[in-house]
């Protein structure tokens, strides 16, 4: 009987010994790590948001934050989920970027969507999250797909790939991947109503 | 003596006893990571270091690890190692991060770590079980990296995201999706045990 319970403490104690080191690395590390990946995710839609708004994107990430705080305004500054984009005229924006969450194959797609300051027409869109499968929902976020929105009205219907059709209220989807294009549609075509709901 | 030994067997590990084409282990990331060139690579890296961490940790450990819970063990420091992976890749390689995403954190599921724990780690000096970790994480990445190629060109017409085949090709769009991975992978089995195995072991037999 002793001999057991002596076992069993040993086992114990071993598990207990090596979880607690092991945890503590990874503890360590992830703390280490915690403000790149905050970074990295502010920067990944500071990126996104100005590359909807038209303007090149420069390489140093210091110099995208830059032009974020000097031109960017989120509303609600809280919890933005749209942010107004201004040029050199401080006092009309020159683009809205609007932050929208979609539900794709595999769990949510989030991303950023422009429109013009008229809110009459499509900007380019951006997709800033999402966990669709590599190769085939993935590629909404190939450049093809992201830059058809740009300068169409909706409301959207999918047309095939590759028809790369110039109609206001079409976009190409993506071959074997409708339900990620469907929701991408659906998201694109409930912000356009939200828009003509609240615009007085 | 030692160092012809472990010669062998890093050899071993990437033929006559490959984990994915003779072990048939490790298939669920070889269907799933397979269908981008990139993303594979990135896997391979990650597998390559947790089998040899994992299997050099285990070996170093072996006399303390009490048998009835080494499973529990293994499994601690494997997946310690595998969260260690994801979150480098989500701190300094964000975008590769994004791409793969739940996959990294389903090297911990893949049989070929555990294998090589159970089969070498626990019962070989650190040096050996090394070298096996090295050598099966190697044998397993360039057989995913074949497929991947094939995958990839087959499916996107091109490689790396570089296009190579003309406007006329026609992307098999099966190809990247998960029965493609099970097609290239059985064509691969099929050939290298049909045509390139088959001699040796038939001379073995004779």
Same mark, same amino acid.
């Given at each position: ?5 002596k076992?069993?403490?040993r086992?114990?104690?071993?598990? /207990? ?5 092991l ?9 280490? !790590? ?5 970074r990295?995710?502010?920067? $990944?839609?500071?990126?996104? *948001?100005?590359?909807v708004?038209?303007?090149? *994107? ?6 995208v934050?830059?032009w974020?705080?000097?031109s ?14 201004y ?9 809205? *970027? ?11 797609? !989030?991303?950023?969507?422009? $429109?013009?300051?008229?809110?009459? !027409? ?5 997709f800033?999250?999402h ?10 976020? @190939?450049?093809w $797909?992201t830059?058809?929105?740009a300068?169409?009205? +909706?409301?959207f219907?999918?047309?095939? @790939?590759?028809?790369?059709?110039? /109609?206001p209220?079409?976009?190409? /989807?993506?071959t +074997?991947?409708?339900?990620?294009s ?7 075509n409930k912000?356009?109503? @939200? ?6 | 003596m030692? =160092?012809?030994?472990d ?17 048939v ?14 993303n594979?690579?990135? &896997? ?18 072996? =006399? ?5 819970i080494? &499973?529990?063990a293994e499994?601690?420091?494997? =997946? ?18 994004r791409?793969?995403?739940p996959?990294?954190?389903?090297i ?14 626990l ?17 397993y ?9 094939c ?15 003309g406007?006329?090709?026609t992307n098999?769009?099966? &190809?990247? &999706? ?18 390139i ?10």
């Open positions: 009987m002793n001999a057991r319970v076992d069993g403490a086992a114990a104690g071993f598990m /207990a010994a090596l979880s607690i080191t945890i503590t690395c990874i503890a360590a590390l992830s703390l280490a !790590t915690a403000g790149r990946v905050k990295n995710a502010a920067l $990944f839609l500071q990126k996104a *948001v100005m590359e708004a038209g303007e090149t *994107v420069p390489d140093n990430p210091d110099a934050a830059e974020f705080s000097a960017v305004k989120p509303d609600p500054p809280e919890s933005p989920n749209m942010y107004r984009v040029g050199d005229d401080k006092s009309i924006p020159r683009a809205l *970027v609007y932050k929208r969450d979609a539900q794709g194959l595999w769990g949510s797609i !989030t991303a950023v969507v422009g $429109f013009d300051p008229m809110r009459q !027409t499509f900007l380019e869109t951006r800033i999250e966990n669709e499968t590599p190769g085939l929902g993935a590629r909404i976020s @190939e450049e $797909f830059r058809q929105t300068g169409k009205t +909706g409301p219907k999918l047309v095939p @790939e590759g028809t790369g059709s110039p /109609a209220t079409e976009i190409d /989807a993506v +074997g991947a409708t339900v990620t469907s929701a991408v549609r659906d998201m694109l912000l356009l109503q @939200e828009i003509k709901e609240t615009q007085p | 030692t =160092a012809i030994r010669w062998k067997l890093f050899k071993e590990n990437l033929g006559t006893q490959n984990p994915v084409f003779v072990q282990l490790g298939i669920c990331s070889t269907l799933a990571v397979t269908n981008v060139l990139k594979t690579l990135v &896997m391979c890296l990650g597998l390559i270091f947790v089998t040899s961490l994992s299997n050099l940790s285990l070996s170093l450990l072996r =006399a303390w690890i009490p048998s009835r080494r &499973m529990m499994v601690l420091i494997i =997946a310690s190692l595998v969260i260690i992976v994801d979150i480098c890749l989500k701190a300094y390689y964000p975008e590769i991060s791409q793969l995403g996959y990294v954190g389903l911990i599921t893949n049989c070929i770590i555990m294998g090589r724990a159970e089969a070498v780690a019962t070989s000096p650190p040096r050996t079980a090394l070298i096996d970790g090295i050598s099966s994480g190697i044998g990445s360039y057989v995913l990296l074949l497929i991947a190629c995958r990839e060109l087959l499916g996107t017409g091109g490689i790396w995201g570089a296009r190579l085949l406007q006329s090709w098999w769009s099966i &190809m990247v &999706m998960a029965p493609g991975g099970f097609f290239v992978l059985a064509v691969f089995i099929w050939i290298v045990k049909g045509w195995m088959r001699p040796a072991t038939e001379k073995a037999e004779a």
